[in-house]
């Protein structure tokens, strides 16, 4: 797990020098309302519509921030010595952009800008210094949010109790899905989100498995409520944690003491809930749109039978090509990078499929992990098609969305492995990192080609290029690599040995719970088991 974690931040801080700033979803605009709050002019918070972009916060970024139509060859452009590269307050800091629209961002709760606005404060003079090495300062911010997930895919599969070493091999799932790690890598509320809807999973399994405590709802309210002061998606979370109490409430003995706990992590969820009723109450919506000071009305004017099969079988291939890949070109090719994106989508609904229909979970436990993932999915789904019906166009197909139902679906394909022989869920690590290793390999390759390599096509010129543009000295970027490689190689050494290991355990060897110390006592232990809830106690654990 140590050797995951290390690899899974080298890739991810790689991925900070392999992509040009500006070149990651809403990256300008995330960095000009951090820099904005810091400077006091996005605080307190603006009404929608009244926030334009900052002179400043273009400075750092030699790409242009939206959709590219051809390679822009990044290797063949003049380079500036990173001491002459413009900062904040010599590109105009906090002036106004004019000539930009309105920063829309604004339409998000402000928790990841504070939170990024006091990063900013923690770096002497940063509106001063190259804006470059400001804005990868926030990018190294962005890794550490990103950084536990896969050991948050190792407890949730631990809780889970599937067998070893399928939760290796869920720790391993993050560096299957380059986009992810591509996310992690720049500056997006999304990480932010990603990290407490792991959280909340993790609480969540906790409650699937028989933990009705009032901390663990404590704990469920408060990582729910900063959730809610993220972003919108987050609104899917009172929901969740509604159908995740249902579960134990419906399985026995005990319902009080689920309800209160409901009732406690409900009440937990109220300080994040408050902005969205503010929202309704002071705009008209609980989401204001940011450009425009109230949300313009979508008047369907075109039926489904008017191309909405088209534009349902669009949602779903860029939903799923870009959870794994990016497409910055917005052309839709079917290249090598679509073509790995396809396979992995297959594996997992294949692993889903086959876990739920030999119940390898418990199936009230799987369609509780599984709702995140659909109930995003679904309000994706939903504004994406009030906009077609409207306009007939195709809008807000991010696969990034999603990635708060990551650690539920990756878990239930994982238990899939639980009905096949042992030698395959042992050799589960080496796969995942293997095809890891295959679609990030081609992941790089394509995003060197589309960024940095130039016209005559050498590849050395490129690699140069992404060190010399790299913000920190080249050193630094070495050291990265270096630790990626040698990481890799050592959890490479790692997985086989698991997969060659003749029997492993099924469950690592633990102290003795109080269930298992009181079946060496028959006679106790059938006087106890005849007790209502104790009785109904062994029967939520053994189904789980």
Same mark, same amino acid.
């Given at each position: 797990?140590?050797?995951?974690?290390?690899?899974?931040?080298?890739?991810?801080?790689?991925?900070?020098?392999?992509?040009?700033?500006?070149?990651?979803?809403?990256?300008?605009?995330?960095?000009?309302?951090?820099?904005?709050?810091?400077?006091?002019?996005?605080?307190?918070?603006?009404?929608?519509?009244?926030?334009? +972009?900052?002179?400043?916060?273009?400075?750092?970024?030699?790409?242009?921030?939206?959709?590219?139509?051809?390679?822009?060859?990044?290797?063949?452009?003049?380079?500036?010595?990173?001491?002459?590269?413009?900062?904040?307050?010599?590109?105009?800091?906090?002036?106004?952009?004019?000539?930009?629209?309105?920063?829309?961002?604004?339409?998000?709760?402000?928790?990841?800008?504070?939170? $990024?606005?006091?990063?900013?404060?923690?770096?002497?003079?940063?509106?001063?210094?190259?804006?470059?090495?400001?804005?990868?300062?926030?990018?190294?911010?962005?890794?550490?949010?990103?950084?536990?997930?896969?050991?948050?895919?190792?407890?949730?599969?631990?809780?889970?109790?599937?067998?070893?070493?399928?939760?290796?091999?869920?720790?391993?799932?993050?560096?299957?899905?380059?986009?992810?790690?591509?996310?992690?890598?720049?500056?997006?509320?999304?990480?932010?989100?990603?990290?407490?809807?792991?959280?909340?999973?993790?609480?969540?399994?906790?409650?699937?498995? $028989?933990?009705?405590?009032?901390?663990?709802?404590?704990?469920?309210?408060?990582?729910?409520?900063?959730?809610?002061?993220?972003?919108?998606?987050?609104?899917?979370?009172?929901?969740?944690?509604?159908?995740?109490?249902?579960?134990?409430?419906?399985?026995?003995?005990?319902?009080?003491?689920?309800?209160?706990?409901?009732?406690?992590?409900?009440?937990?969820?109220?300080?994040?809930?408050?902005?969205? =009723?503010?929202?309704? =109450?002071?705009?008209?919506?609980?989401?204001?749109?940011? #450009?425009?000071?109230?949300?313009?009305?979508?008047?369907?004017?075109?039926?489904?039978?008017?191309?909405?099969?088209?534009?349902?079988?669009?949602?779903?291939? #860029? +939903?799923?090509?870009?959870?794994?890949?990016?497409?910055?070109?917005?052309? $839709?090719?079917?290249?090598?990078?679509?073509?790995?994106?396809?396979?992995?989508?297959?594996?997992?609904?294949?692993?889903?499929?086959?876990?739920?229909?030999?119940?390898?979970?418990?199936?009230?436990?799987?369609?509780?992990?599984?709702?995140?993932?659909?109930?995003?999915?679904?309000?994706?789904?939903?504004?994406?098609?009030?906009?077609?019906?409207?306009?007939?166009?195709?809008?807000?197909?991010?696969?990034?969305?999603?990635?708060?139902?990551?650690?539920?679906?990756?878990?239930?394909?994982?238990?899939?492995?639980?009905?096949?022989?042992?030698?395959?869920?042992?050799?589960?690590?080496?796969?995942?990192?293997?095809?890891?290793?295959?679609?990030?390999?081609?992941? =790089?390759?394509?995003?060197?080609?589309?960024?940095?390599?130039?016209?005559?096509?050498?590849?050395?010129?490129?690699?140069?290029?992404?060190?010399?543009?790299?913000?920190?000295?080249?050193?630094?970027?070495?050291? =990265?690599?270096?630790?990626?490689?040698?990481?890799? $190689?050592?959890?490479?050494?790692?997985?086989?040995?698991?997969?060659?290991?003749?029997?492993?355990?099924?469950?690592?060897?633990?102290?003795?719970?109080?269930?298992?110390?009181?079946?060496?006592?028959?006679?106790?232990?059938?006087?106890?088991?005849?007790?209502?809830?104790?009785?109904?106690?062994?029967?939520?654990?053994?189904?789980?």
């Amino acid at each position: 797990m140590w050797l995951i974690l290390v690899l899974h931040v080298a890739v991810v801080l790689w991925q900070t020098a392999l992509f040009p700033n500006f070149r990651s979803p809403d990256e300008r605009q995330h960095v000009d309302l951090i820099t904005q709050v810091e400077q006091g002019v996005a605080w307190p918070w603006p009404d929608p519509g009244t926030l334009r +972009m900052a002179q400043g916060s273009g400075a750092g970024g030699f790409t242009k921030s939206n959709r590219i139509d051809r390679p822009l060859h990044l290797a063949d452009r003049p380079l500036p010595p990173r001491a002459d590269r413009p900062s904040f307050s010599a590109a105009g800091g906090t002036t106004p952009l004019t000539a930009q629209p309105r920063n829309q961002l604004i339409q998000h709760p402000p928790l990841y800008y504070v939170a $990024g606005a006091a990063v900013l404060q923690a770096i002497p003079g940063w509106d001063r210094i190259p804006f470059d090495l400001t804005y990868l300062a926030l990018r190294w911010w962005n890794v550490l949010l990103a950084a536990a997930l896969p050991l948050l895919l190792w407890a949730v599969a631990r809780r889970l109790r599937l067998a070893e070493p399928l939760p290796v091999a869920a720790a391993l799932v993050p560096l299957a899905i380059p986009e992810l790690t591509h996310n992690e890598s720049a500056v997006n509320n999304d990480n932010l989100l990603i990290l407490l809807y792991a959280v909340l999973t993790l609480l969540v399994v906790r409650v699937l498995t $028989g933990d009705a405590t009032r901390r663990t709802a404590l704990a469920i309210g408060a990582v729910g409520s900063l959730a809610l002061l993220t972003k919108g998606f987050a609104l899917l979370v009172p929901l969740w944690v509604g159908v995740a109490y249902a579960v134990p409430l419906f399985r026995g003995p005990g319902r009080r003491r689920v309800v209160w706990a409901l009732a406690v992590a409900w009440l937990g969820t109220l300080p994040g809930v408050a902005w969205w =009723i503010h929202n309704r =109450i002071a705009y008209g919506s609980l989401q204001p749109h940011g #450009r425009f000071t109230s949300v313009p009305e979508l008047v369907a004017r075109y039926p489904f039978t008017d191309g909405g099969v088209h534009w349902l079988l669009r949602l779903l291939e #860029r +939903m799923n090509t870009l959870f794994f890949v990016h497409d910055q070109t917005g052309g $839709g090719g079917h290249h090598a990078p679509w073509f790995l994106a396809f396979a992995a989508a297959v594996l997992i609904v294949a692993g889903v499929v086959v876990a739920l229909a030999l119940r390898a979970l418990d199936r009230s436990t799987a369609l509780v992990l599984l709702f995140p993932m659909v109930g995003l999915l679904a309000i994706v789904a939903k504004g994406s098609y009030e906009q077609f019906a409207a306009t007939h166009t195709y809008a807000g197909m991010q696969g990034r969305y999603l990635y708060g139902g990551l650690i539920g679906v990756a878990i239930v394909a994982l238990a899939a492995l639980r009905r096949v022989p042992a030698a395959v869920s042992r050799a589960a690590p080496l796969g995942v990192l293997l095809f890891a290793i295959l679609i990030q390999t081609v992941y =790089i390759g394509y995003t060197v080609k589309l960024f940095w390599l130039p016209a005559d096509g050498d590849v050395l010129a490129a690699l140069r290029a992404i060190a010399a543009w790299y913000a920190f000295p080249p050193v630094v970027l070495a050291l =990265i690599v270096t630790i990626l490689l040698v990481s890799l $190689g050592a959890a490479l050494f790692a997985t086989v040995r698991l997969a060659g290991r003749p029997g492993a355990a099924a469950w690592p060897a633990r102290r003795p719970t109080a269930a298992a110390r009181l079946t060496r006592r028959p006679a106790v232990f059938a006087r106890l088991a005849r007790r209502p809830a104790v009785a109904a106690r062994l029967a939520r654990r053994s189904a789980v």
